[in-house]
């Protein structure tokens, strides 16, 4: 079994890791915008008929996720 970090996740998952809404994480990842002071990671591909919909490698999600939830606690 693959470890998970190196996992690929899609834009649904990757919002529950980080624990935003999915519109939070897409308007921040298109306008390269921060997000709760973090930097996101870039998207590592997009899949579908029009190639919109974004995934993600799993280990920088959580990475990110860590990030955030250390600044949501800071003072």
Do not use: W
């Not at 990842?29 to 998207?43: A, E, I, K, T």
């Amino acid at each position: 079994m693959a470890d998970f970090r190196s996992t690929r996740i899609g834009v649904a998952n990757a919002a529950r890791i980080l624990n935003v809404r999915v519109v939070e994480l897409k308007e921040a990842v298109r306008h390269d915008q921060p997000l709760y002071g973090v930097r996101l990671p870039r998207p590592i591909g997009y899949l579908g008929v029009s190639a919109k919909e974004m995934f993600f490698a799993a280990g920088e999600i959580m990475d990110a996720a860590d990030r955030i939830a250390r600044q949501r606690k800071a003072p």
